[in-house]
């Protein structure tokens, strides 16, 4: 587009206005052409725009100055002020006639150069109108390609869904294909017990292939009869001709049947090759299987056989050694008394010297003596030498044997976390959810500490050690085998170690959901939360964002880049309360609602962006005074809610562009109680009753799961709502079952197993990483 100072003028109109009306300011002009050449000689340059500093070319005055009083004349900016600062000669000061030739002259140079300028502001003006032709024109094109380019916006995002469709097909078709695994995992099962019942069929089939066989025989044997029998016929076919007719029918019968029973005979040769070669194939499988479980078996029994020598060795040794310290004592001893003595003998000789230069005689017996002394000290020495070499060489073994005995001792630990690494792989292919059970330790309160030992047992077989727990009730005894049992010497540093990489998990984008599940003073807030005020003790809560936080720290030199919110509410009496709302704001009614993406939303709910693990103690400082807690027979300070920690985690590869969400959710839950342990009355009467109505209701969602009935109940309370997409979804879920070893609560402590084995059986679905793009929704999702 062209500038607003094109279209003005080189100079002001009412400067040449001025000069043309006040020819008497001027004074006599010279007869100077305004074409060709400066008076210097030198070519001028074309006039340029005064105010917008672009020169004009030949061709942008208008088409009619070739027809007008210019002519072909163009003026140039020296032109312009040699005209005004021109100077009139004076040869007469007094001639006027030549003074008004003269002032004509000028005048008229100057109203050429007017007319000059008018057509040239018209040619401006005409470009102008030009100018604007083509601006209209090219906001036309613009508009028509701003339309192309919705229209191809709209093409674009039709395509962005067909390829969405695609990739929820081929999600499925995923699915459906690890189902096919699954499905041909147990297709080799089923062909297993099928080989077993072939080799059944096997020997049934021989008995039949036998009786067969026999059959066989007694047919040959009748075709025999009957061939005699037709040669008898024909001998007597003349004296027999009226019965001939019928002859013939029964020949003919019995050789169709003859043929028949040769048909079979084929086919059933042809069924014993079969079955015969299946059995070849079957028998070389199952040999090739058995030949790898025997060199697996002898494998397994030579570390064993080998671990065992390594002990008796060692046991063998220690004794020995402790033998040979006992003499090296005994021999530094000896060492020492003929050190002393051999300074007696020195001092005691000195003296004799000295006093009795006539004993040498017993001055020589003496030197003899120690002569003889100093080879028994050469003699001990010796041996003191070859027996401390000696036990340099038992010590050197003995380290190589204990070095034998922690390489074995750490291939077991990596085999045992092999194990546990494989046993989580295949719970995420399967979709269960993983259960850890947690037995607290007795605590003075607690009757019958003697009976520890009769309530609860652990399995040390290699199945089921640190898998298993056994309760007694009753004198009958229920086995329990679970992802992880915990005895009640572990402390809180190996139960996170446990589920370290379960909370890894959300940062690397998938949703992960931790609650603890078991009877009113089991240890389950304490296991999620800790103590207060003993570091040592901190639960699952603060440590698991201690180590998010951390691994966020090393994961910023790889481009990773997070933001982090947290909420946190309580479920109580089916009544959803923010313990991070300001304070004086109550009566909120809060709303759960899930979207298409199944992820829980919490309507109003309080959102908070976090940067540090002390922001979030903070946080949960304030929620626990916000928490409903109470008083019972059976807990000093017993939750009354359902506590629901939110963690939601954004991040950003910069270097990849790659963007993952994941969310972390750690659920305490309240305890289930019976009335007549608990002994609530009022409102704790009213609380219990809403907290065992949410947790029966869980129960019957976990059943519905369990048995995959096309129904679920989570509507019928606010916790099961609020945990569908955990219980229901692609989410990786682990429940924590908290039970107490006193003997008076074995009771509730097996119905809290064995809802945990239910919970254990059920199939989820295979957890989802989200690599979605951030949502312009900030509020956060339980799911």
């Given at each position: 587009?062209?500038?607003?100072?094109?279209?003005?003028p080189?100079?002001p109109?009412?400067n040449?206005?001025?000069?043309?009306t006040n020819?008497?300011?001027?004074?006599?002009?010279?007869?100077?052409?305004?074409?060709?050449?400066?008076?210097?000689g030198?070519?001028?340059?074309?006039f340029?725009?005064?105010?917008g500093g672009?020169d004009?070319?030949?061709n942008?005055?208008?088409?009619?100055?070739?027809?007008?009083?210019?002519g072909?004349?163009?003026?140039t900016?020296?032109?312009?002020?040699?005209?005004?600062?021109?100077?009139?000669?004076?040869?007469?000061?007094?001639?006027?006639?030549?003074r008004?030739?003269?002032?004509?002259?000028?005048?008229?140079?100057?109203?050429?150069c007017v007319?000059?300028?008018q057509e040239?502001e018209?040619?401006?003006?005409?470009?102008?109108?030009?100018?604007?032709?083509?601006l209209?024109?090219?906001?036309?094109?613009?508009?028509?390609?701003?339309?192309?380019?919705?229209?191809?916006?709209e093409?674009?995002?039709?395509?962005?869904?067909?390829?969405?469709?695609n990739?929820?097909?081929?999600q499925?078709?995923?699915?459906?294909e690890?189902?096919?695994?699954?499905?041909?995992?147990?297709s080799?099962?089923?062909?297993k017990?099928?080989?077993?019942?072939?080799?059944?069929?096997?020997a049934?089939l021989?008995?039949?292939?036998a009786?067969?066989?026999?059959?066989?025989?007694?047919s040959?044997?009748k075709?025999s009869?009957l061939?005699?029998?037709?040669?008898r016929?024909?001998?007597y076919?003349?004296?027999?001709q009226?019965?001939n007719?019928?002859?013939h029918?029964?020949l003919?019968?019995?050789?169709?049947?003859?043929k028949?029973?040769?048909?079979?005979?084929?086919?059933?040769?042809?069924?014993?090759?079969?079955?015969?070669?299946?059995?070849?194939m079957?028998?070389?499988?199952?040999?090739e299987?058995?030949?790898?479980?025997?060199?697996?078996?002898?494998?397994?029994?030579?570390?064993?056989?080998?671990?065992?020598?390594v002990?008796?060795?060692?046991?063998?040794?220690?004794?020995?050694v402790?033998?040979?310290?006992t003499?090296?004592?005994?021999?530094?001893?000896?060492?020492e008394k003929?050190?002393?003595?051999?300074?007696?003998?020195i001092?005691?000789?000195?003296?004799?010297?000295?006093?009795c230069?006539?004993?040498n005689?017993?001055?020589?017996?003496?030197?003899?003596?120690?002569?003889t002394?100093?080879?028994k000290?050469q003699?001990?020495?010796s041996?003191?030498?070859?027996?401390?070499?000696?036990f340099?060489?038992q010590k050197?073994?003995?380290?190589?044997?204990?070095?034998?005995l922690a390489d074995a001792?750490?291939?077991?630990?990596?085999?045992?976390m092999?194990?546990?690494?494989?046993?989580n792989?295949?719970?995420e292919?399967k979709?269960?959810?993983?259960?850890?059970?947690?037995?607290r330790?007795?605590?003075?309160?607690?009757?019958?500490i003697?009976m520890?030992?009769?309530?609860?047992s652990?399995?040390?077989?290699?199945?089921?050690?640190?898998?298993?727990?056994?309760?007694?009730?009753?004198?009958?005894?229920?086995?329990f085998?679970?992802d992880?049992?915990?005895?009640?010497?572990?402390?809180?540093?190996?139960v996170?170690v446990?589920i370290?990489?379960?909370v890894q998990s959300?940062?690397?984008?998938?949703?992960?959901?931790?609650?603890?599940?078991?009877?009113?003073?089991?240890?389950?807030t304490?296991?999620?939360m800790?103590?207060?005020?003993?570091?040592?003790?901190?639960?699952l809560i603060p440590?698991?964002?201690?180590?998010?936080?951390?691994?966020?720290?090393?994961?910023?030199?790889q481009?990773?880049?997070?933001?982090?919110?947290?909420?946190?509410l309580?479920?109580?009496?089916?009544?959803?309360?923010?313990l991070?709302s300001?304070?004086?704001?109550?009566?909120?009614?809060?709303?759960?609602?899930?979207?298409?993406?199944?992820?829980?939303?919490?309507?109003?709910?309080?959102i908070v962006?976090?940067r540090?693990?002390?922001e979030?103690s903070?946080?949960?400082?304030?929620?626990a005074?916000?928490?409903?807690?109470g008083?019972?027979q059976?807990?000093?300070?017993?939750?009354?809610s359902?506590?629901?920690?939110?963690?939601?985690?954004?991040?950003?590869?910069?270097?990849?562009e790659?963007?993952v969400?994941?969310v972390?959710?750690l659920?305490?839950?309240?305890?289930?109680?019976?009335?007549?342990?608990s002994g609530?009355t009022?409102?704790?009467?009213?609380e219990?009753?809403a907290?065992n109505?949410?947790?029966s209701?869980?129960?019957?969602?976990?059943?519905?799961?369990?048995k995959?009935?096309?129904?679920i109940p989570?509507?019928?309370?606010?916790?099961?709502?609020?945990l569908?997409?955990c219980?229901?979804?692609?989410s990786k879920?682990?429940?924590?079952?908290?039970?107490s070893?006193?003997?008076s609560?074995v009771?509730?402590s097996?119905?809290?197993?064995?809802?945990?084995?239910?919970?254990?059986a059920?199939?989820?679905?295979?957890?989802?990483?989200?690599?979605?793009?951030r949502?312009?929704?900030?509020?956060?999702?339980?799911?």
């Amino acid at each position: 587009m062209a500038t607003k100072n094109q279209n003005k003028p080189p100079f002001p109109n009412h400067n040449l206005t001025s000069t043309a009306t006040n020819p008497s300011s001027r004074k006599c002009i010279g007869d100077e052409k305004m074409v060709g050449t400066a008076n210097n000689g030198r070519s001028r340059q074309a006039f340029s725009v005064v105010n917008g500093g672009q020169d004009l070319c030949p061709n942008s005055a208008p088409a009619s100055n070739a027809g007008s009083e210019c002519g072909g004349i163009e003026f140039t900016r020296e032109d312009v002020e040699a005209l005004l600062n021109e100077k009139p000669k004076r040869k007469d000061r007094f001639n006027l006639k030549e003074r008004c030739d003269n002032m004509v002259e000028y005048i008229k140079r100057l109203k050429l150069c007017v007319k000059w300028f008018q057509e040239l502001e018209g040619s401006y003006l005409f470009e102008q109108e030009k100018l604007l032709n083509m601006l209209e024109s090219a906001e036309q094109k613009c508009n028509e390609t701003e339309g192309q380019m919705k229209n191809k916006e709209e093409e674009l995002n039709s395509i962005i869904m067909e390829l969405r469709k695609n990739y929820a097909s081929l999600q499925e078709k995923f699915t459906k294909e690890e189902t096919d695994k699954l499905d041909a995992v147990d297709s080799l099962a089923k062909e297993k017990e099928a080989r077993l019942n072939f080799e059944r069929s096997q020997a049934s089939l021989s008995e039949e292939l036998a009786k067969a066989q026999r059959e066989l025989l007694s047919s040959n044997q009748k075709i025999s009869s009957l061939n005699d029998m037709y040669k008898r016929l024909q001998d007597y076919n003349t004296s027999l001709q009226q019965y001939n007719g019928k002859l013939h029918t029964d020949l003919s019968t019995v050789e169709n049947e003859l043929k028949h029973v040769e048909k079979e005979k084929a086919t059933i040769v042809e069924s014993l090759s079969m079955l015969r070669g299946q059995l070849t194939m079957s028998r070389a499988s199952q040999d090739e299987a058995i030949k790898q479980k025997d060199a697996l078996v002898n494998e397994a029994a030579f570390l064993r056989a080998e671990l065992h020598q390594v002990r008796d060795d060692r046991d063998r040794l220690q004794p020995l050694v402790q033998t040979l310290t006992t003499d090296v004592v005994k021999h530094k001893e000896s060492t020492e008394k003929y050190v002393a003595e051999l300074d007696h003998l020195i001092i005691k000789t000195n003296e004799l010297e000295a006093t009795c230069s006539l004993q040498n005689n017993k001055i020589r017996i003496l030197q003899n003596q120690l002569a003889t002394a100093e080879e028994k000290l050469q003699l001990y020495d010796s041996s003191a030498l070859e027996t401390r070499t000696e036990f340099e060489g038992q010590k050197k073994l003995i380290n190589e044997l204990q070095n034998r005995l922690a390489d074995a001792e750490f291939k077991l630990v990596e085999g045992e976390m092999l194990r546990k690494k494989l046993h989580n792989t295949i719970l995420e292919l399967k979709g269960n959810i993983r259960v850890f059970c947690r037995v607290r330790p007795l605590l003075p309160d607690d009757g019958g500490i003697s009976m520890e030992g009769k309530v609860f047992s652990y399995p040390t077989s290699i199945e089921t050690l640190g898998r298993g727990i056994d309760v007694v009730q009753s004198g009958q005894k229920h086995a329990f085998t679970f992802d992880q049992v915990f005895m009640p010497e572990a402390t809180q540093d190996d139960v996170f170690v446990e589920i370290s990489q379960l909370v890894q998990s959300a940062l690397d984008g998938y949703k992960v959901c931790i609650f603890a599940y078991g009877q009113t003073g089991s240890g389950k807030t304490y296991t999620m939360m800790g103590r207060p005020g003993h570091p040592e003790q901190k639960g699952l809560i603060p440590r698991s964002l201690e180590q998010i936080f951390q691994t966020r720290q090393s994961l910023q030199p790889q481009g990773w880049r997070y933001e982090m919110q947290v909420s946190m509410l309580e479920i109580y009496n089916e009544t959803i309360r923010d313990l991070l709302s300001t304070p004086g704001v109550a009566g909120k009614q809060y709303a759960i609602k899930h979207d298409a993406n199944g992820n829980a939303h919490v309507s109003d709910l309080t959102i908070v962006d976090v940067r540090s693990a002390k922001e979030v103690s903070f946080l949960l400082d304030q929620a626990a005074q916000s928490r409903s807690v109470g008083k019972t027979q059976m807990n000093e300070q017993s939750s009354r809610s359902h506590f629901v920690f939110t963690l939601r985690i954004f991040g950003v590869n910069e270097s990849t562009e790659q963007e993952v969400q994941g969310v972390l959710n750690l659920i305490d839950l309240a305890g289930s109680e019976r009335l007549s342990k608990s002994g609530s009355t009022g409102d704790r009467l009213k609380e219990t009753q809403a907290i065992n109505k949410s947790l029966s209701s869980l129960s019957d969602v976990i059943l519905a799961l369990a048995k995959k009935e096309d129904h679920i109940p989570f509507r019928n309370s606010k916790l099961t709502y609020l945990l569908q997409p955990c219980l229901g979804g692609d989410s990786k879920t682990l429940m924590f079952v908290n039970v107490s070893p006193d003997p008076s609560s074995v009771g509730e402590s097996l119905c809290s197993l064995r809802f945990a084995a239910r919970v254990n059986a059920c199939e989820i679905g295979i957890p989802r990483r989200q690599t979605n793009t951030r949502p312009s929704d900030s509020r956060l999702s339980y799911g």
